[in-house]
């Protein structure tokens, strides 16, 4: 399924890979959403997206600041 990934099924996708527990579609599904958001690709149907996931994809949009003293 995973040379199946489009921004027409991403979303669909993810939640099959969480219900089926595949580690590796999810990944490379989450792979796919992040190089969509970075070129401003439009994903169909990303209101349906586990909230779970969705929130994971916005914390990595972000950079982590670590304080050191």
């Known amino acids: 399924m995973i040379s199946q990934i489009s921004a ?11 219900i089926s527990n595949s580690l590796k579609l999810k990944n490379k599904c989450v792979e796919f ?3 969509a958001m970075a070129s401003k690709t439009a994903i169909n149907e990303i209101e349906i997206l586990d ?19």
């Open 8 to 18: 027409a099924n991403v979303c669909r996708l993810t939640n099959t890979s969480i």
């Open 33 to 35: 959403i992040l190089a």
């Open 51 to 69: 909230k779970d996931i969705a929130f994971k994809i916005l914390q990595n949009c972000f950079y982590k600041i670590v304080e050191t003293e």
